[in-house]
């Protein structure tokens, strides 16, 4: 292979590396508008290592695969509303497989997935 490949090669690995498994739109209740994304009554959205809240956006870092589970445990540094923290969470796919279960220290959240439009 040349070096103009391997040069290629390289800089495309960093986009698809940046799909994540959870990658996705979720309803926060079983009527939420799929086309509104973080705000309330709407949904949620995964993308690329980003997590879309509700007027907050956290980076999922660190991922770290959870002992005999099929769930990921996240470091999140969030913002929103003028402050910035920093928060566990875990993610998994839903028994079902047609959503996910999102837990924040105290809270757990399930949210069905969003049809692909």
Known sequence: MTRWGLAL??????ALALAGPYDGVYRQV????????????????????????????????????????????????????????TERAMVMDAADGDGIIMLWNGYAFRYDRCPES
Do not use: H, K
């Open 9 to 14: 090669g390289a800089a495309a690995m960093p």
């Open 30 to 85: 079983a009527n939420a508008e799929c086309a509104l994304v973080g705000v309330d009554g709407g949904s949620i959205e995964i993308r690329e290592g980003l997590f879309y809240g509700v007027e907050m956006e956290c980076r999922m870092t660190r991922p770290v695969d959870v002992v005999n589970m099929d769930a990921t445990l996240y470091t999140m540094q969030c913002t929103g509303e003028a402050e910035t923290w």
